[in-house]
């Protein structure tokens, strides 16, 4: 069926039919899943109750997207998450283009769904966060890019290309990568250097300054917040070698791209100067310039000291197209095939959060199907593809039922741990809610952990008359909620929610009253070793505070001290 869309036109409708079903999908999910914002998700929806041209760790975009679906549809966990879908359906469809223009129909077909079915797109498809800001507006800067290296692109492409860098930087600093990508094919690519450098390149150039220019302005008078937490987040501080982080850093990536198509990206990369010559040849150089860095960067940060998953999601958009145009253009090769199944079926055994056995079970079963997919196939590198994606839909729709039934699965599954920081909020807010009425007003609440304070700040709201407060363990704001002004309110009878146990020994020294008058706690399933897992909250009265100095006699005096610590799980020794 594939072999015959070499139609613009019904590859377009085609990939419009696949993208469309994908957002329905995603949105239903949005609209049934229980699971409640994650305390990131949280930080974001406060910082679009106030617009600003930047916030404590990231730039604006994220905030004024979550201030626009919220002011519409309201303060509801799914209104802050609707941008999500939409955001992906977008970049997967400027990849269709990118790639239509590039190669043929075919290929965008190819790269518009290789990038929606993509692992980590189905994940970020139903949470809101930077990287799905990012990704359309990365995709779209891509497409306008090509345009401009065709020369089909006059003032209004240029315009439009220099508007999209600058809203990226808006969106995640990783747009820095994208700069990166443009001094490379500047140096390499003889159509783009000679169209960029030029009048419209200047226009283009002046446009994206211009959209910055005024998160620059906010940073330098707010003392570079961003931008520091930025440089302190790469946590260069520590040991800087670190290589058995490399092997994590290649499963990551197979489970952020999907294990067949980063094989298939690394293997191509290596021997692509091989595979073709002339303008394909030049094809893949000049999408290889948007993948290479990001990749190599990443790779070294994590092995100085530790790099998330989705740090190098930026290398995909292009990968997409890049992948597309490796499957279609190589010969048949059976070992590929068997070393892609056999590299896949180990990678499964490094996923957290599974049983040894499920990983084993897991592994050998998508390895075996990535074989038998081979022999019906004969082989054919598209096949492997399409077998790829085949394999990401089934996991994706999986993801979408146990988000959607968490209850009912993410225990069988053993998927408690990874989902209990969506889950719980509401409910232990109800508890702290009723306890408050039972008793009386505190003149503040204050908690002890960051991600409380974020949870409660949403859920809670406005149902206790008093302010949330974040207590300090550190001099100064080491987050957005101890950047939150302690108030005069913290002088009067405060209600202590603590979440950590060796923290509460120093919060109780800043206080001359300090007792413990209940707890609240909310069940969130059990850990693979049978422990269980649960929000459990002491509760203290306190009064008369007068904060100890913050220093290293401080930290070593309270070193190693808890207080109303929970009993030991059996099953964790």
């Not at 005024?214 to 937490?229: E, K, M, R, S, Y």
């Not at 108030?487 to 120093?506: C, E, F, H, K, Q």
């Amino acid at each position: 069926m594939f072999n015959r869309i070499n139609d613009p036109s019904a590859a377009a409708r085609f990939t419009a039919l696949i993208l469309g079903g994908l957002l329905v999908v995603r949105l239903a999910a949005i609209l049934l899943t229980p699971l409640e914002l994650y305390a990131d998700e949280a930080q974001y929806w406060r910082w679009g109750q106030t617009l600003d041209w930047g916030y404590y760790s990231k730039p604006p975009l994220i905030a004024w997207l979550i201030h626009s679906t919220t002011a519409i549809f309201g303060d509801s966990a799914w209104a802050v998450r609707l941008p999500a879908p939409l955001l992906h359906t977008i970049a997967a469809w400027c990849l269709f283009l990118l790639g239509r223009n590039m190669a043929g129909p075919r290929i965008g077909l190819m790269a518009a769904v290789g990038y929606a079915l993509m692992p980590a797109v189905f994940l970020s498809s139903t949470v809101l966060s930077t990287d799905g800001v990012l990704m359309p507006i990365w995709a779209l800067a891509l497409w306008l890019l090509w345009r401009v290296r065709d020369g089909e692109a006059g003032w209004a492409g240029f315009a439009a290309l220099g508007l999209a860098v600058g809203a990226g930087f808006l969106a995640k600093y990783a747009m820095l990568y994208f700069a990166i990508g443009l001094v490379l094919i500047l140096l390499i690519d003889a159509p783009s250097r000679r169209n960029l450098l030029s009048l419209k390149g200047g226009l283009a150039a002046i446009l994206a300054l211009a959209v910055i220019a005024p998160h620059l302005i906010w940073n330098a008078q707010n003392d570079f917040a961003t931008v520091g937490h930025t440089v302190d987040n790469a946590n260069l501080g520590g040991e800087l070698f670190n290589p058995e982080n490399a092997l994590k850093f290649i499963a990551d990536q197979m489970g952020v791209f999907g294990p067949i198509s980063f094989l298939g990206l690394i293997a191509g990369l290596i021997f692509m100067r091989r595979s073709v010559s002339g303008e394909p040849a030049r094809q893949e150089v000049w999408l290889a310039c948007f993948i290479v860095p990001v990749l190599v960067i990443i790779f070294f940060q994590s092995i100085l000291s530790r790099a998330h998953a989705n740090w190098a999601a930026t290398a995909y958009p292009a990968a997409s197209v890049l992948i597309a145009l490796f499957f279609l253009r190589a010969r048949t090769n059976r070992p590929l095939w068997f070393w892609i199944a056999g590299l896949t079926g180990f990678g499964f055994l490094l996923v957290p959060d599974f049983t040894l056995t499920a990983r084993i079970l897991t592994g050998l079963a998508w390895a075996g199907t990535i074989i038998g997919a081979g022999y019906l196939s004969r082989f054919k590198p598209e096949g492997l593809f399409w077998t790829g994606l085949g394999l990401h839909t089934v996991l994706g729709l999986f993801m979408m039922v146990v988000m959607t039934f968490p209850a009912a699965l993410s225990g069988p599954l053993d998927l408690d741990n990874a989902m209990k920081r969506t889950r719980g909020w509401d409910a232990v807010s109800d508890q702290l809610a009723g306890f408050v009425e039972e008793t009386e007003t505190p003149s503040a609440l204050l908690v002890d952990e960051r991600e409380i304070w974020h949870g409660l700040d949403f859920y809670l709201k406005d149902r206790i008359d008093a302010p949330l407060l974040l207590w300090r363990y550190n001099e100064g704001a080491h987050s957005f909620a101890e950047q939150q002004p302690l108030t005069d309110a913290i002088d009067g009878d405060v209600l202590v929610a603590s979440y950590r146990p060796n923290r509460r020994p120093a919060m109780a020294a800043d206080f001359e009253r300090f007792e413990k008058v209940g707890e609240v706690s909310v069940d969130l399933g059990t850990r693979p070793n049978g422990c269980p897992i649960e929000r459990r909250l002491v509760l203290y009265r306190a009064s008369g505070f007068e904060p100890l100095p913050r220093n290293q006699a401080w930290v070593e005096r309270f070193d190693d001290q808890t207080m109303d610590a929970p009993e030991p799980c059996p099953a964790a020794e």
